[in-house]
């Protein structure tokens, strides 16, 4: 009798024993998945970091821009007036982008508004072709050539930023770390995509 | 203490670590097997009526399940000690503490990187920034250059108010900063120097690296606590209805005692955590304190910064939840005043304040926000004159150690870095670039062919940024191509890993394109490898193997045959010379005829690699007499040219011992 009782005491002890490892294990999973899951999504947060450094040059190089150009441009008041308005609005958007930048919408605004800031830049470097007297200004031939070297340096910052995005995004989406992605609300991030159109108007004309 | 010391003294803590590590198992061992004694054995031996009841169950034809159930407190009178129990116990208890500290282990494998994410650090870009947010920067970068490790990564703890900062990693290659939002807002520029110092002491003397396992291993300690907390709630809500003929209720209270039991246990762990932590880094931080003070020569930087903590409401408390986890890594005190002395990670503010500043009267400064006017971002201070080392034996002192005298100059190499190359430094596509530049051939035939080839390679925007910087990478003096390059660093980390699996082949073509490798460019291969590898790819920690010269010394020996064919120029018999007065100080027995390595074996570079990363495995003292042996090859003839002497730093720093850069007095301005 001693024996059998000291066997299913311990007996007990086991399948408790087992109990609490099989808890600590799905813990030990959750914990692990959720940190993994933190750890992508700042790095793809830090990656952003490097667009908005040069987005923000892009921004401060448009209004120097514009006023060499305004002395030439008497009658194309519209189009500079278009650039300044989408610049105002890109700024807008990329300060709440970087601010966070995995927020809903908040890069998909930005991606909006940066192509509508690049078809305006687009139209105004078309018009610009036909002063060659702006054209042949020492000023704005180095402004444009800054503005087509920072728009090839925000070209290879997005594609470190979409590199870390698809990376968290795959990795929150595969089973079953999607399950902790969803309870513990990692939402997709979104890519920082510059559509076709856009990115054929943007200026990379170069006036050497 | 030299460098070479402190190692061995954090190796020592490390054992002491091990140690105190394996007594705290076994309290906790011996407290959850009393624990288990108390809810299990205890009520067979007090329970008055147990015969009776034993009696009552096994005539009871219906008892099978209450026998499962009711079985643990069935048997009376069993004895307090149950080997069997015992057994159990231990095997729990050690695996549970042995899971928790892997899975913490595991998390912060990743380096320093991972503690700053855990601990709510944002990393700064190293372009970006207000001016308070640059000029911290500036001081960690140029704290960097003047010790030769490089660049850490910078992280702002944004949401912290406190005055607190924290070094992590596992060794220099993967260190990061972490400063709060207070740190940068309240000190001048001088005690955030005093403050940077501080944590490059840790980053020098090997404390980082132990500060990482302290973490894993109190957290699997304090896994126990967790785990009775869990269990309490898992019994709280477990039925618990009791009335005379239905005993399931029992299991709902027998898992409330063993969960509160179980927690009160984990407090023991808590407290045997704490212990480990103080006893193991308290010391640890008057040393690091006393080094701010060497290092900077400025006693008023880190006694000024300890005495805002003391003077700011909010003090160095800090506000994240998993503060406690790595409250042994921060610059001050980061939980609240313990109650008792013996727990507290850090020394009491008023006595690190004393030991550097005795004039101290315990009053506290009111603290008010620093405003950074642009001028401050960089003093213009006139650099000094740094002795050159003479000797082998100065090279080997000066490893790992800093000097006001260093830190100046540092400032000064940086200044004279031209404006347009320091800032392509900061960002990707121009670190890229700058690499680029560094490597092709002066020739014009030659470099046409080597752009020809890059063009193919890159990304549009490094290669138009390269043809761009060219001009201004030609035109800066040769000296400070090494430190422009320790600069770039910081832009390549920005790098996503599938830019950076782009650059590196991209750079074996520039450094191979003419069939050979000069000094320079291994000098320079090797420090991109060094320090981005670990950034990009998990790093693998080179633990110590070897203490003995025997297993290593055909590496060492061809090393030292390299340095010497290297210094010689083809002269053979300049270059044997050079081997034999290195290896007469390898400290490797008697016999003193080693042969020397041919020339063609010294160019293999796998070869070369490898002897490196066997030799980074000797113990401190190992690699203390090799590089005093290199030194001694290298400055046979009397003077060290500029290759030889970063070849000298490449290679100590491959071997995770920093040297501060050689001074040259025509390079800085």
């Known amino acids: 009798m001693h024996y059998i009782s000291m066997a299913l005491g311990f007996s007990v002890l086991v399948v408790l024993g087992i109990i609490v490892l099989f808890l600590l294990g799905i813990a030990g999973w959750v914990v692990g998945t959720y940190n993994g899951l933190v750890t992508l999504r700042n790095r793809f947060k830090n990656a952003f970091s490097q667009i908005d450094v040069q987005l923000k040059r892009r921004y401060d190089l448009i209004p120097n821009l514009v006023e060499t150009a305004k002395g030439y441009l008497k009658h194309e008041r519209e189009t500079l007036e278009a650039v300044v308005k989408a610049r105002g609005e890109a700024l807008a958007a990329s300060q709440r982008a970087a601010s966070n930048p995995a927020a809903t919408g908040a890069v998909k605004d930005l991606v909006g508004a940066e192509a509508t800031l690049g078809g305006a830049l687009g139209r105004l470097l078309a018009v610009v072709e036909q002063y060659p007297d702006l054209k042949a200004n020492q000023n ?68 050497s | 203490m030299d460098f070479f010391e402190h190692q061995e003294a954090a190796r020592r803590a490390t054992r002491k670590l091990v140690f105190l590590f394996a007594l705290a198992v076994v309290g906790v061992v011996l407290a959850v097997y009393a624990a288990f004694a108390i809810v299990l ?86 372009n970006s920034g207000g001016l308070e947010e640059r000029r911290l920067l500036n001081v960690v970068e140029e704290m960097a250059l003047a010790s030769g490790v490089p660049v850490p990564a910078v992280y702002l703890l944004a949401e912290e108010p406190g005055i607190n900062a924290f070094a992590a990693g596992f060794s220099p290659a993967d260190a990061v900063i972490g ?13 955030l120097q005093g403050v940077v110092a501080h944590e490059f002491s840790h980053i020098l003397n090997g404390d980082m690296r132990l500060n990482m396992r302290l973490m894993a291993a109190v957290f699997g300690i304090t896994m126990i606590s967790s785990i009775g907390g869990a269990v309490l709630r898992l019994g709280f809500y477990a039925p618990r209805r009791r009335d005379s003929n239905n005993r399931e209720g029992g299991v709902g209270a027998a898992l409330l005692i063993l969960g509160a039991l179980l927690y009160i246990v984990g407090c023991i762990g808590v407290l ?28 008023g930087g880190i006694a ?40 507290a990670t850090h020394p009491p503010l008023g006595e690190r304040i004393l030991r550097i500043d005795p004039d101290f009267d315990g009053v506290f400064p009111e603290v008010t926000p620093e405003d950074v006017p642009e001028s401050r971002l960089a003093p213009a201070r006139t650099p000094p004159r740094l002795p050159t080392p003479l000797n082998a034996s100065d090279f080997v002192a000066g490893i790992g150690v800093l000097t006001n005298a260093q830190i100046y100059y540092a400032e000064a190499m940086r200044r004279s870095i031209p404006k347009p190359l320091l800032e392509a430094a900061h960002e990707p596509v121009g ?70 699996d782009v650059l590196m082949p991209a750079v074996d073509a520039l450094v191979w394109g003419d069939q050979r490798l000069d000094l320079f460019e291994f000098t320079l291969l090797r420090l991109l490898r060094r320090h981005l590898e670990p950034h990009f790819r998990p790093a693998e920690r080179p633990a110590v193997r070897y203490e003995t010269w025997e297993p290593v010394l055909p590496e060492a020996l061809l090393l030292l045959s390299a340095l010497a064919w290297a210094g010689a120029g083809g002269d053979s018999g300049r270059s ?11 400290e490797a027995g008697e016999r003193r005829d080693w042969p020397m390595a041919a020339q063609e074996e010294c160019c293999d570079l796998a070869r070369i690699d490898a002897a490196l990363g066997r030799l980074c495995e000797g113990s401190p003292w190992l690699k203390k007499n090799f590089l005093l042996a290199a030194a001694t090859a290298v400055m046979e003839d009397r003077e060290m040219s500029l290759e030889e002497g970063e070849l000298l730093r490449a290679i100590a720093d491959s071997l995770g011992c920093p040297v501060p850069p050689f001074a040259r007095d025509e390079m800085v301005r």
């Open chain 2, 272 to 299: 045997f955590g704490s212990l480990i932590r103080a006893a193991i880094s308290r010391q640890r931080e008057f040393l690091a304190d006393a080094a701010s003070v060497q290092f900077t020569r400025n006693p």
């Open chain 2, 576 to 586: 044997t010379a050079a081997f034999r007065v290195g290896v007469s100080q390898l």
């Open chain 2, 431 to 500: 670190a890229c670039a700058l690499v680029f530049g560094l490597l092709l051939a002066e020739d014009g035939a030659a470099c046409a062919r080597q752009l020809q080839d890059l063009r193919a390679r890159v990304d549009v925007a490094q290669f138009a940024e390269t043809e761009r910087l060219l001009p201004d990478v030609r035109a800066i003096d040769v000296g400070l191509r090494l430190p422009l390059a320790d600069v770039a660093v910081q832009g390549l980390r920005q790098l996503s890993p599938d830019q950076f």
């Open chain 2, 179 to 191: 400063v709060t939002r207070g740190c940068v807002r309240f000190l001048s520029r001088d005690e």
């Open chain 1, 140 to 207: 704005m031939m180095q402004l444009t050539e800054e503005l087509t070297s920072t728009e090839n340096k925000i070209a290879f910052a997005r594609q470190a930023y979409n590199d870390a995005v698809m990376l968290y995004n795959t990795d929150r989406e595969k089973f079953p770390a999607n399950i902790i992605a969803g309870m513990f609300g990692f939402t997709a991030a979104e890519l920082f995509e510059v559509s076709g159109e856009a990115e054929r108007q943007a200026p990379k004309v170069s006036f």
């Open chain 2, 304 to 343: 000024g910064a300890l005495k805002k903590i003391g003077g700011l409401a909010q003090g160095s408390r800090l506000m994240a939840a998993r503060a406690a986890e790595a409250s042994h890594f921060y610059f001050g005190n980061g939980l609240r005043e313990s109650w008792f002395n013996a727990f």
């Open chain 2, 41 to 126: 054995i205890a009520p067979t031996r007090y329970q008055g009526d147990g015969a009776t009841y034993a009696l009552e169950l096994m005539t009871n034809p219906d008892s099978e399940r209450q026998r499962a159930l009711g079985a643990v407190d069935f048997l009376f009178d069993r004895p307090w000690w149950d080997p069997s129990l015992f057994l159990s116990v231990a095997v729990g208890t050690a695996l549970v503490i042995g899971l928790g500290g892997a899975s913490k282990a595991a998390q912060i494998s990743s380096g320093g990187r991972a503690v700053a994410s855990l601990l709510g650090g944002r990393l700064l870009a190293p």
